[in-house]
């Protein structure tokens, strides 16, 4: 299941590539990106998700229920490394 959403952020960034460079082909103003904003929101929330899972779930009779904390937190701070590596970084001038 992670793999399959990090496959479809990574198409809807890819796909957001294209549109850009089709727009600076044709001389056109790009318009703002909200896809930055989202997977920084999306990374910080699965990460806070996940450590709150882990710290609940860690006093739990069963041993593994608090690898569910894990996951998440490991689908969070996926997403803040894929967002430094493709935010918009300003240009010098």
């Not at 952020?9 to 460079?21: C, F, P, R, S």
């Not at 699965?46 to 006093?59: D, N």
Request: no cysteine; aromatic share 10%.
């Amino acid at each position: 299941m992670p793999i399959a959403f990090f496959i479809l952020v990574g198409w809807i960034a890819y796909l957001d590539h294209q549109k850009k460079m089709a727009l600076i082909e044709k001389g056109l103003d790009l318009p703002p990106s909200r896809l930055f904003k989202a997977i920084l929101g999306l990374g910080i929330v699965f990460t806070a998700l996940g450590v709150v899972l882990f710290i609940a779930l860690l006093g739990n009779e069963n041993p593994g229920d608090h690898l569910a904390g894990l996951v998440f937190g490991a689908i969070g701070v996926g997403l803040l490394i894929f967002y430094s590596m493709i935010r918009e970084r300003p240009t010098p001038q």
